[in-house]
């Protein structure tokens, strides 16, 4: 393990997490480890990486961050409330269909910002001299990974049900499966199960979103401990932009990991467990990576009720969202910033 990713990492979180050195699990710490801090050795790295991006989907990677139950006093500020983290006891994801589910609406906000006209990072101009606010600044970065984030909490209010039949797709094919997500759009696919069972060994299919934007969805299983595991891959009708989410419910734990490629380039990753804290609320420990702008951290978001959450990790220390009336809204001292969902 590189020395430094080994020591910045536990100064994060205290000493609670293994590494697991298994072939694979050494694959993906390749893809998610902090490298050094020259840019050119990152960008050589990165772009190395994105080389690879087949291999990666290939073998549904994961970043191996085991979790043990700890009683040490962790926190990233002084204000951080979370004193000891542990595994949720039961996923909130219960079957293929809704593990399937949290990945679409998960993956899909990632992928328009990314295919967007301002695009992923040059959104940060519209920002303009608000750049130089604290605020302004902590509630930009969070802004590009708070999809998933939310998504994570709201995983146990899933109703998704997939529907089978004969569907018609945008260009004519025949799919045997939708599932209608409302405002997001609805995804056609086929499966084709394991010879044993009937999880699904793989999928693929389409995302038409409520724009009529059409998006080619292809997903990949593994049994893992009795549970299907799930590789995700949503790319746009442009060349060389897509994004990848892998599962790993290994013990039953919720956790993802996440790609997100521009010209076939790696641009962001992202990794998401939800826990618990104090042995009582859900919160979400989410490390990121900008592959563009070599910025790098880790968010603690706590669960304080089903639309409010306290957010720790920015320079700020801690930041109030709630999600009400179909807008987030983030709170610090006394300044709001308001987004529409």
């Known amino acids: 393990m590189d020395p430094k990713f080994e020591k910045q990492l536990n100064e994060t979180v205290k000493g609670s997490y293994e590494i697991k050195t298994t072939s694979q699990d050494i694959l993906s710490k390749r893809a998610k480890t902090s490298v050094l801090k020259t840019p050119a050795y990152k960008r050589g790295f990165y772009i190395a990486l994105a080389g690879f991006s087949c291999a990666v989907i290939a073998l549904a990677i994961y970043v191996p961050l085991s979790l043990r139950e700890t009683a040490s006093t962790s926190s990233l500020t002084s204000v951080d409330p979370i004193t000891s983290i542990s595994e949720i006891d039961v996923s909130p994801l219960k079957d293929d269909a809704s593990s399937l589910a949290y990945e679409v609406r998960s993956l899909y906000p990632l992928l328009k910002k990314e295919t967007s006209v301002q695009g992923l990072r040059p959104s940060y101009l519209a920002w303009g001299s608000l750049s130089t606010n604290a605020f302004q600044e902590s509630v930009k970065n969070y802004e590009e990974v708070q999809s998933p984030i939310h998504e994570a909490f709201a995983a146990d209010n ?8 004969s569907f018609s797709g945008s260009d004519g094919t025949l799919y045997s499966n939708k599932m209608e997500f409302g405002n997001l759009g609805t995804l056609l696919f086929n499966d084709t199960p394991y010879a044993s069972s009937t999880q699904w060994s793989s999928l693929s299919g389409e995302l038409q979103d409520s724009a009529n934007g059409i998006y080619g969805v292809k997903g990949t299983c593994r049994l893992n401990d009795q549970r299907n595991d799930m590789t995700l891959t949503l790319s746009s009708k442009t060349a060389g932009d897509y994004c990848v ?16 490629f521009q010209s076939n380039k790696l641009s962001y990753t992202l990794s998401l467990r939800l826990l618990k804290a104090n042995g009582t609320n859900r919160f979400v420990l989410a490390q990121y990576y900008d592959a563009l702008t070599f910025q790098e951290g880790t968010y603690r978001v706590l669960e304080t009720s089903s639309e409010h959450y306290a957010i720790y990790g920015s320079v700020l220390g801690k930041i109030l969202l709630s999600y009400e009336n179909g807008q987030r809204t983030y709170t610090f001292n006394d300044e709001t910033l308001t987004f529409n969902d």
């Open 245 to 260: 989410v892998s599962q790993d419910s290994t013990s039953n734990r919720f956790f993802f990991s996440y790609q997100v």
């Open 158 to 165: 899933d109703n998704i049900k997939v529907l089978s039949g």
